[in-house]
Structures are given as C-alpha cells and as structure tokens.
T-cell receptor, first 113, second 112 residues
Framework: EAAVTQSPRNKVAVTGGKVTLSCNQTNNHNNMYWYRQDTGHGLRLIHY???????EKGDIPDGYKASRPSQENFSLILELATPSQTSVYFCASGDVGTGNEQYFGPGTRLTVL | GEKVEQHESTLSVREGDSAVINCTYTDTASSYFPWYKQEAGKSLHFVID?????DRKQSQRLIVLLDKKAKRFSLHITATQPEDSAIYFCAASMNSNNRIFFGDGTQLVVKP
C-alpha cells in the first residue's frame, strides 16, 4: 500500500526561526507535493517536484523553499518563519502512471509564535 | 491556470437521504476529476474519480457525474450514513501531468 510519512507531526516555532518539514514516500512516485490547509482556503499548493533534484513553484511559494534530494524525500523549508505560516501542512506523492491519484501524508501542524 | 469552484461550503442531510456536492472547472484541457475525503482531524484520501471519456461512474453509494459542455461535475452520495460526515474536495487535473487543482472543500454533516 502507498505510504507517505511526515515529520514532525507537530511543531512549535518562534518567529524568525528556521523550520524544516520532512516528507518520505515509499511508493516510488516521481511527483511529490507540499500543500497547506487553512480554514476557508482549502488546499493550496506551495511547491512540487517531478523527481530528484527538481523543485517547482506552486501557487503560494513566497516564504518557502523546497528540496528534493532523492526520489523518496521532499522537504519544505521556512527560512524565516512568520505567524502567517501557522497552518497544517500536507505532503503528497503521485504519478501519471497511478492514474493521477495523489497519496497524502498524515499532515504536520505548525504553530509559529 | 485551472480554477475549481466548489459551490457548497457546508451541506447538512439526514441519515438515509442523498447528498449532492457540485463543482465547476475552467480549463477545457482538464480530463481527470478525482474526489477526496477528509475526516475530522485526519488527512485526505481518495474516494472516487471520473475521466472525461465517460459521463457517469458509480462505486457503491458514490456516483460521479460529469458534464463537459458545462464544465461541471458532481458527487452524489446515496443512502448517507453518519460515517459519511467529512470534508469532501473535488479536483481537476490534466492527463499530461499529475498536478491536481482542488476546490475549497464541502463540509458534509449527516444527522442521525
């Protein structure tokens, strides 16, 4: 079964601090995604990747960086965290070969104080 | 880019009744329309999808209808049960890549 894991599951950070959210998938999918979910906004795409070494900007990339060092791992980096980045973050993986279905991780709840 | 609008932000039905969630999309190149379910405090998981080569698909109590001319699609949940209570997201995608454009979600409440 497709498996996407995220760490940490919960994180409290201070304004101006650096935060790294990690995602690992064992599906051997080429594509990986980072979304944030806020009440009233549904899911918004931050960054995505088509494979190791590639990152693409999504719809709301400002204030975020992404890194895809391997097929399995995709990180989201907040260099200077701000309270507006308090949210729930979901990682997902997928492939055109899987019929475009995306498999989501359990989510990370980030609070920036 | 593609924009998916989900018309109902909340929907309340009585157990046993049917629920209908409606969505529209803007890009005629979209050809794949999945639906995801998010139960309270949990992540999203796929429930059903439809491709543009058909206009109806059913999986048990879930029926998806697609009207390509109107760029509209809908999820029908028949004989609703309390465990159907969740947020449902409609989405659209093109076959050429895996990127999915999500609607804002519909909170479905099934009252006993």
């Amino acid at each position: 079964e497709a498996a996407v894991t995220q760490s940490p599951r919960n994180k409290v950070a201070v304004t101006g601090g650096k935060v790294t959210l990690s995602c690992n998938q064992t599906n051997n999918h080429n594509n990986m995604y980072w979304y944030r979910q806020d009440t009233g906004h549904g899911l918004r795409l931050i960054h995505y990747s088509y494979g190791a070494g590639s990152t693409e900007k999504g719809d709301i990339p400002d204030g975020y960086k992404a890194s895809r060092p391997s097929q399995e791992n995709f990180s989201l980096i907040l260099e200077l965290a701000t309270p507006s980045q308090t949210s729930v973050y979901f990682c997902a993986s997928g492939d055109v070969g899987t019929g475009n279905e995306q498999y989501f991780g359990p989510g990370t709840r980030l609070t920036v104080l | 880019g593609e924009k998916v609008e989900q018309h109902e932000s909340t929907l309340s039905v009585r157990e046993g009744d049917s629920a209908v969630i409606n969505c529209t999309y803007t890009d005629t190149a979209s050809s794949y329309f999945p639906w995801y379910k998010q139960e309270a405090g949990k992540s999203l998981h796929f429930v059903i999808d439809i491709r543009s080569n058909v206009d109806r698909k059913q999986s048990q109590r879930l029926i998806v209808l697609l009207d390509k001319k109107a760029k509209r699609f809908s999820l029908h949940i028949t004989a609703t049960q309390p465990e159907d209570s969740a947020i449902y997201f409609c989405a659209a995608s093109m076959n050429s890549n895996n990127r999915i454009f999500f609607g804002d979600g519909t909170q479905l409440v099934v009252k006993p």
